[in-house]
């Protein structure tokens, strides 16, 4: 009963984690692929991928476990192989590109096996023109190409552009879009100072150490299970900036699950708003960023349902200790010595885990924005600033929307949102070369230099911790002598 069990799960997780899912929904969506080999759906139906690898069916394999994906059977542990930064980006595509393509079991030696080639065809950005052009192949078939143009951001590790694509459904593109862009670094630029400053500073503090966390544990379990990302082709890359990091499980599920469910757990009952609004509103927030991932290419319906119960659990076992952590960062003596030396050990712990990534800069990010965040709220505690309002307030009224209220907030926000930009952009310019200067680095390549672990450790933690400690504690001080509070 126990191995039927476990090879349904297999056989169900490996289902899951097949990329053709993914290039079918995208597919669905309105996204049609262009890629420089022209792969006949025979083909494709013969083959199917594990984790990054193409595989051929029917295919006798050897392994430690076993599973089916897509009806057939297959050996060995749902993993990929550990690859390094520089080398995991689109394994097979590449092969593809130059008129071959990998099939192989897992563990054994790949076969070539000769395809079409149509050259290679490379773009800075997506072609989303509003005239009938001709026709672009995706999945061994023609597609239309109209939309309008959307340039790619470039992979932030190894500068790849990614290719051409045609975009066929205009809302669902912006849709994901704006989806994928909730877990990204400038809506929590946005989003975190807008919550302090304008709405409430108590929920803020705990929300920033359940995301934290999130953040830390997620890109820590990528950087030990080390999946690369879903195989392209068959899926679209609409997204590159973080395709060379590895894809399980996915952050950006768990930072769009954990924020929008421990606001609602947080508000709900301090705050006077209808039960199933807050419920409603955390649910539409977590699958809207959940499916964005799917829709960019950057995951597996596996990652991403990960990702989504993975963050349920961390918040699951922080909900009942957030009054004492925050208790204890307040109020203890102790507390500016243990939160450094926690969230400077963390980010030693990150980086020991596998070859630098971009996920352990933003490790290392989270890390430094939450100690900085910390300290601030300590000291504005001990000068009686920012204070919480009393219990006897609560549970507290929305008060009624004017427009001297949003001027005022939108004032705040903007105004605070230009000083951190500002103050983000000095100590970037100031921390790389000063910190290359003190280690004795070269600091002529910025990326280069950043893949040393003491000039990131030392830029992430420096420039994201002043941030966030502008952001608490000096930034409402600006405030009231503008008398903006």
Not at 133 to 160: Q, Y
Not at 215 to 234: E, N
């Amino acid at each position: 009963m126990a191995k039927d069990l476990k090879t349904m799960f297999v056989r169900c997780c490996g289902y899951l984690q097949d990329p053709h899912h993914v290039a079918s929904f995208q597919k669905l969506c309105g996204v049609q692929g262009s890629f420089p080999v022209k792969l006949g759906r025979k083909e494709w139906e013969n083959d199917f991928f594990v984790n990054g690898a193409c595989v051929k069916r029917h295919q006798d394999q050897s392994g430690n476990g076993e599973g089916h994906v897509g009806g057939q059977q297959i050996e060995g542990p749902l993993q990929r192989k550990s690859v390094t930064a520089g080398e995991q980006h689109n394994d097979c595509s590449n092969k593809l590109q130059h008129g071959t393509a990998l099939v192989s079991g897992i563990g054994e030696t790949p076969e070539k096996q000769t395809v079409s080639h149509e050259g290679n065809r490379q773009s800075s950005g997506c072609r989303l023109t509003g005239k009938s052009s001709k026709a672009v192949e995706s999945d061994g078939e023609n597609g239309d190409s109209s939309g309008r143009v959307k340039p790619l951001r470039r992979n932030s590790l190894t500068g790849d552009v990614g290719q051409e694509f045609i975009i066929q459904n205009k809302f669902l593109f912006y849709l994901f879009t704006f989806g994928s862009e909730l877990g990204n670094e400038m809506f929590f630029i946005v989003f975190f100072p807008f919550l302090i400053w304008n709405v409430d500073a108590f929920v803020s503090r705990r929300i920033l150490v359940v995301w934290i966390w999130n953040l830390f544990l997620g890109q820590s379990t990528k950087d030990i299970v080390r999946w690369t990302r879903p195989a392209s082709p068959p899926v679209v890359k609409v997204e590159m900036f973080y395709n060379s990091e590895y894809s399980m499980p996915s952050t950006h599920a768990m930072s769009g699950t954990a924020i929008p469910f421990s606001l609602f757990l947080l508000t709900y009952g301090r705050w006077q708003y209808p039960f199933l609004f807050g419920l409603s509103l955390a649910i539409c927030w977590s699958f809207l960023v959940c499916v964005s991932r799917v829709y960019m290419g950057m995951h597996s319906v596996l990652e991403v349902i990960t990702g989504f119960l993975y963050s349920l659990l961390i918040l699951a076992v922080f909900q009942s200790t957030l009054d004492q952590i925050d208790s204890f960062y307040l109020t203890s003596h102790h507390a500016p010595l243990v939160i450094v030396i926690l969230h400077v050990g963390l980010g030693f712990l990150a980086f020991t885990l596998d070859t630098w990534s971009t996920s352990r800069g933003d490790t290392a990010q989270a890390l430094g924005t939450g100690a900085g965040a910390a300290l601030a709220s300590h000291l504005n505690h001990q000068l009686g600033l920012l204070a919480d309002p009393p219990l006897s307030s609560l549970p507290l009224a929305l008060p009624p929307l004017s427009a001297a209220l949003l001027a005022r907030s939108l004032l705040r926000l903007l105004l605070g949102v230009v000083v951190l930009l500002a103050t983000r952009a000095a100590m970037k310019a100031a921390t790389i070369p000063l910190a290359c200067r003190v280690f004795g680095l070269p600091a002529g390549d910025v990326r280069q230099a950043r893949q040393h672990m003491e000039v990131e450790l030392s830029y992430r933690y420096i420039v994201y911790g002043t941030v966030s400690f502008s952001c608490v504690c000096l930034v409402p001080l600006l405030f009231s002598y503008l008398n903006l509070s």
